[in-house]
């Protein structure tokens, strides 16, 4: 079976509480060998450490989401840091701007934003950032701060010029399920990403591709995503699957724990 890696799927959410398991075994019985699960705040950080405790195939980015930005404190890069010792921990994330829905002021974005960047380059981790509405602020901080800096922009939507800015920098790209809508931006971009800098995503439960749209996404899904590249690339599946599956594993090391 084709190998794929979901480098973005929100399982510690209260979405899954009820059959998160099943979820699990989904993806597992669909060829996903990996999955990454992010924080969004301290307590989801701290439920996806614990989920990739208890599933080998999960794996956890701990960080403080822009929306939750206002009650970012500096004492909670201490509880990153812990979180961040256990070897499931593979990135700081989700971090970054959103200047969409200004759930916390731009002021407190930026600080929390390049906080967290600055403690992924002192352990020496990537990054997993969301921009929305924010893609120029977010590549002038990530220009800012390249030295050192590792990572991914996760469900990208930004310009065919912005992402070659992206790259510049020497960071990856994922896409999610907005591949497969018809006349998505995202396709176009897509087609020019080279695939070892190329993620895919199904940032469950959000954002389902076609023909599940509407639904509560889910890592099993990311299979479709993959189709949707494939096709935008007008490439074999399981060449995709590869590349991608090398790509993510070069940035966020998951096999690593099995060598040790």
């Not at 995503?201 to 509407?214: F, I, K, N, V």
Request: charged residues 25%; neutral net charge.
């Amino acid at each position: 079976m084709i190998g794929f890696i979901d480098t973005h799927a929100h399982l510690n959410l209260p979405e899954f509480d009820p059959d998160r398991e099943e979820v699990i075994n989904r993806a597992k019985d669909s060829g996903i060998n990996y999955i990454l699960v992010p924080g969004i705040d301290l307590p989801s950080s701290r439920t996806a450490v614990e989920l990739a405790e208890r599933f080998p195939i999960l794996h956890a980015a701990v960080g403080i989401h822009p929306h939750e930005a206002k009650r970012f404190r500096e004492r909670d890069l201490l509880k990153l840091k812990e979180f961040a010792q256990r070897p499931q921990v593979k990135a700081i994330g989700e971090i970054g701007l959103d200047f969409y829905r200004k759930l916390s002021s731009p002021q407190e974005q930026v600080v929390a934003f390049r906080a967290q960047i600055r403690l992924a380059k002192e352990l020496d981790l990537p990054i997993v950032v969301h921009s929305r509405g924010a893609v120029e602020e977010t590549l002038r901080i990530l220009k800012d701060e390249s030295r050192g800096l590792r990572g991914v922009l996760h469900c990208f939507e930004g310009t065919k010029e912005q992402a070659e800015r992206v790259l510049a920098l020497g960071l990856y790209i994922s896409f999610t399920g907005q591949v497969t809508f018809p006349r998505s931006k995202v396709l176009e971009v897509a087609k020019l990403i080279p695939l070892g800098k190329l993620l895919l995503e199904t940032d469950s439960p959000y954002l389902a591709p076609l023909p599940q749209r509407g639904k509560r996404n889910e890592p099993a899904w990311v299979r479709l995503v993959a189709q949707g590249v494939a096709s935008a690339k007008g490439m074999d599946l399981e060449a995709l699957a590869n590349l991608t599956s090398q790509a993510a594993d070069r940035l966020f090391g998951f096999s690593e724990m099995e060598t040790q």
